[in-house]
């Protein structure tokens, strides 16, 4: 299995442990499975350019950014959250994206960039819960 298809696996685990989560957390889980069903598994060929094409990163930063926050503020049932947190989620994987994994190569820049894309959906989750 290519390394790129592994965190898919755990959106599909995660998607399934919905259920079984306290309902408070259901849009956390939401979105973190579609950031890495989109961020990964469900990527197109062509949005895997986006290091070399601005139309890529910016269909890509539409998709894999605004659609997870956009779900958890639909799945907390909050239409303004989810218009406020796509926006941001749309910005912040263009940012995210933009700066190349950091400069850093392989693991560590999969690591990074999955981290900072992770710290931006629960700090909307958080600030969603206040």
């Known amino acids: 299995m290519p390394w790129f298809h592994s965190p898919s696996l755990t959106g599909i685990l995660l998607a399934a442990t919905l ?25 197109s060929e062509w949005a895997t350019t986006k290091a070399t094409d601005n139309r890529a990163l910016l269909v890509h930063s539409l998709i894999a950014g605004f659609l997870p926050l956009a779900g ?22 263009l940012a995210i994206d933009s700066s190349n994994k950091f400069g850093l190569l392989l693991w560590p820049g999969l690591v990074v960039d999955q981290a900072a894309h992770l710290v ?6 958080a600030a969603s819960s206040i």
């Open 72 to 93: 958890l503020g639909l799945a907390a049932g909050d239409p303004a959250l989810a218009l406020v947190g796509g926006l941001v989620g749309f910005a912040s994987h």
């Open 19 to 43: 259920p079984a989560l306290p309902r408070r957390y259901a849009p956390l889980a939401v979105a973190v499975t579609l950031h890495l069903l989109l961020d990964f598994s469900l990527q």
């Open 120 to 125: 931006v959906i629960v700090a909307i989750f």
